[in-house]
């Protein structure tokens, strides 16, 4: 799982009121590597998709997705109410631990071959799951519904919360916000490169600003090759490749 360069565009979708927006069409066909956390999931249908608190706080659907999932590593033995979703779901379990504020660069890093792993816990969703898309090989990474804002609607969808809720949200959103500005600095040494995809974020106030669909344009340009023959496999080997 661990590569140095995936060879991919990333598209992170968060559950922001500006998800609505977004055509979940559009980034399949943009041949990037679609990403979706928590309540993202059934309006954006991903590749990856990582959630990291109880399976009941997630859309039912999610468990019978043929998707690759992550939840946090301890969550094993919680069932989706009565179903034991742990087996047959296409299902992975994270370790995770809090690092020293010195031994954080290395989730930029590639391990030693045989090196057990333990990704990055902030108390949010953010840190594991940049530190699995870095572990990927993830070089470049737009963020789609960060609106990182309680104070109008809070999801793309009609969930709401309670105000003693949507405070404590508000306060993870400020440690997000400060996670996205060390990820971009230090990242810069590594070839990791941030990009919003989130109009009215407060991340735009340190990073660079597209359109989704702009970005997507770009991305199809860097991933689509010119069309040739399709030829059969002895065909090819009569030809001598």
């Known amino acids: 799982m661990s590569k140095e360069d995936m060879g991919l565009d990333v598209y ?60 946090r590593g301890g969550y094993a033995n919680r069932l989706y109410y009565d ?11 994270a370790d995770c631990k809090w690092y020293k504020e010195e031994e954080k660069e290395n989730i930029f890093k590639v391990p030693d071959k045989g090196e057990r792993v333990m990704f990055l816990w902030t108390k949010n969703i953010i840190g594991i799951t940049m530190h699995i898309l870095l572990h990927m090989g993830a070089k470049r990474i737009h963020l789609l519904g960060s609106d990182l804002n309680n104070t109008g609607k809070q999801y793309w969808n009609d969930i709401t919360r309670s105000k003693e809720m949507a405070k404590y949200n508000q306060r993870t959103y400020s440690q997000i916000i400060d996670f996205y500005k060390w990820i971009n600095k230090t990242g810069k040494k590594y070839g990791v490169e941030l990009i919003s995809c989130t109009k009215g974020s407060p991340i735009n106030d340190f990073l660079p600003y597209k359109h989704y669909q702009e970005a997507i344009y770009e991305t199809k340009k860097r991933r689509e090759l010119p069309k040739r023959e399709q030829l059969s496999g002895p065909e090819i080997e009569k030809k001598g490749n």
């Open 83 to 93: 179903t034991d979703i742990k087996y047959s779901h296409n299902l992975f379990y």
């Open 12 to 71: 992170l979708c968060a559950s922001g009121p500006s998800l609505e927006d977004v055509d979940n069409n559009k980034l399949h066909d943009s041949g990037a590597y679609i990403v979706g956390v928590n309540n993202s999931y059934p309006h954006i249908k991903p590749h990856l998709w990582l959630g990291m608190d109880d399976p009941k706080c997630f859309h039912h659907k999610i468990w019978s997705d043929p998707c690759m999932k992550v939840m």
